[in-house]
């Protein structure tokens, strides 16, 4: 069963605009990691955030956790054509911590 | 530095038959799963392998079969392929335990059963 459920399932907006993604999770976790995947191709890491961190960076992605709501949020800043992807979130469990559980997917598209 | 490579890219069967998909990585991770990806459902855990020589089930482990005979290579048979195995099937690898170490995925298997 599927452990994360991504919201929205599809996103479209015009390049320059901030994309949210949003990712809702059932069980505890040790952490919650956030995946890009482009047409054709592989998933590739994006940020790992642990459950003790509320908030992380890097260049124009920020990603919220919190574990009250058992959520997360991916943001995309000043959005560009090349972020048009599927984007994952994947849940660490802290039983079975040697496996990822990963949502559905959210498709980004971004129109030039 | 290729990171994680996957063969063949693309395979088509006929039910019944057998195959199987190499995984290879020359990164030194001791950690390396096998994935399914079918359209609307995300990724599924097949097996995974926890370092030379182990191997666990994952989600959805009926009908495959796995091996890690050497560190940087794990195997993914299909020993009698059913049209319900038609997926892409991602392989990855990470240095440790997902606790704290990101996966980082092959391009992928497009497999498709008649």
């Given at each position: 069963s599927q452990q994360g459920e991504e919201d929205p399932q599809a996103l479209s907006i015009q390049e320059g605009e901030n994309a949210t993604m949003n990712c809702s999770y059932k069980t505890s976790i040790n952490n919650l990691q956030w995946y890009r995947q482009n047409s054709g191709r592989g998933l590739v890491h994006l940020i790992l955030i642990r459950s003790n961190e509320r908030e992380k960076h890097s260049g124009r992605l920020r990603v919220t956790l919190d574990t009250s709501k058992k959520s997360s949020s991916l943001l995309i800043t000043a959005?560009?054509?090349?972020?048009t992807a599927s984007y994952f979130c994947a849940t660490g469990m802290i039983q079975g911590a040697q496996k990822l559980v990963f949502g559905q997917g959210t498709r980004l598209t971004i129109n030039p | 530095n290729a990171g994680v490579t996957q063969t063949p890219k693309f395979r088509v069967l006929k039910t019944g038959q057998s195959m199987t998909l190499l995984c290879a990585q020359?990164?030194?991770?001791e950690y390396m799963y096998w994935y399914r990806q079918d359209p609307g459902m995300g990724l599924r855990l097949i097996h995974y392998s926890v370092g030379e020589g182990t191997t666990a089930k994952g989600e959805v482990p009926d009908g495959y079969n796995v091996s890690?005979?050497?560190?940087q290579n794990f195997l993914l048979g299909l020993e009698s392929a059913a049209p319900s195995q038609t997926s892409v099937y991602f392989c990855a690898s990470s240095l440790g335990t997902v606790s704290n170490q990101p996966q980082h995925f092959g391009d992928g298997t497009r497999l498709s059963i008649l």
């Open positions: 959005s560009r054509a090349a972020d | 020359d990164m030194n991770h890690r005979l050497k560190k």
